[in-house]
C-alpha cells in the first residue's frame, strides 16, 4: 500500500469552478458531456492516474457517476468529452450501469447535490482491475496505491 503525503496536487476544471454550479451540457438534462479536467503538482514517483467522480448525496447514499483509470503519469488532462474507451485509459461501469461517464442526475426537486471529482496519484502504471470493474473497486484500488489526491467540488440541481 501507498502512504499518502500531502502533496500540493490541484484538480481544476475550465467549465466547472469550486463549488460552483455544474453547466448543464455536462448533466443528464443535456449532452451528458464529461468535463474538461485538468492537474498539477502531482509527486515526481506517480506511475498513473485515476479519477473518480461520486454523488455522495444521493438518496440511496453514495452514487457513483465516473472512473477512469490507468491513466498514464505523462498526462496532466482530460478534454472534455473525452470518449469512453479510447486509449490510453480505462473506464469502469458507473452506477447507470455503462461503461464511461454518466452525468449528474440527481431526482427532480431533491435540491442540490454535490458531485466530488478526486484525482488519485498512484504508484502502479496499472490497476490489476477486470474489464467488468466499478467505480466503487477503482475508487478502492486507487486508494491502496495512492501517493496523492486532489478534489473538485461541483453542484447540480433538477427542479
Known amino acids: 500500500m501507498a502512504k499518502q503525503r500531502t502533496?500540493?496536487?490541484?484538480?481544476?476544471?475550465?467549465?466547472?469552478?469550486?463549488?460552483?454550479q455544474i453547466p448543464r451540457r455536462f448533466t443528464c438534462d443535456a449532452e451528458n458531456l464529461s468535463p474538461p479536467l485538468a492537474w498539477s503538482g502531482a509527486p515526481a514517483e506517480?506511475?498513473?492516474?485515476?479519477?473518480?467522480?461520486?454523488?455522495?448525496?444521493?438518496?440511496s447514499g453514495d452514487f457513483y457517476h465516473w472512473a477512469a483509470f490507468d491513466i498514464p503519469a505523462n498526462v496532466s488532462r482530460l478534454t472534455e468529452s473525452r470518449a469512453s474507451g479510447n486509449a490510453p485509459l480505462r473506464d469502469a461501469v458507473n452506477d447507470f450501469g455503462n461503461r464511461g461517464y454518466g452525468g449528474p442526475c440527481p431526482p427532480r426537486g431533491h435540491g442540490a447535490h454535490r458531485y466530488h471529482?478526486?484525482?488519485?496519484?498512484?504508484?502502479?502504471?496499472?490497476?490489476?482491475?477486470?474489464?467488468?470493474?466499478?467505480?466503487?473497486?477503482?475508487?478502492?484500488?486507487a486508494g491502496a496505491h495512492a501517493l496523492a489526491t486532489a478534489e473538485l467540488i461541483g453542484t447540480y440541481s433538477r427542479s
Open 7 to 20: 502533496e500540493s496536487m490541484h484538480l481544476t476544471s475550465s467549465a466547472i469552478k469550486p463549488g460552483g
Open 46 to 59: 506517480a506511475r498513473s492516474f485515476a479519477i473518480v467522480c461520486r454523488d455522495p448525496d444521493a438518496p
Open 117 to 141: 471529482f478526486k484525482l488519485y496519484a498512484i504508484d502502479v502504471e496499472r490497476l490489476e482491475l477486470p474489464p467488468t470493474a466499478r467505480c466503487r473497486d477503482v475508487e478502492h484500488a
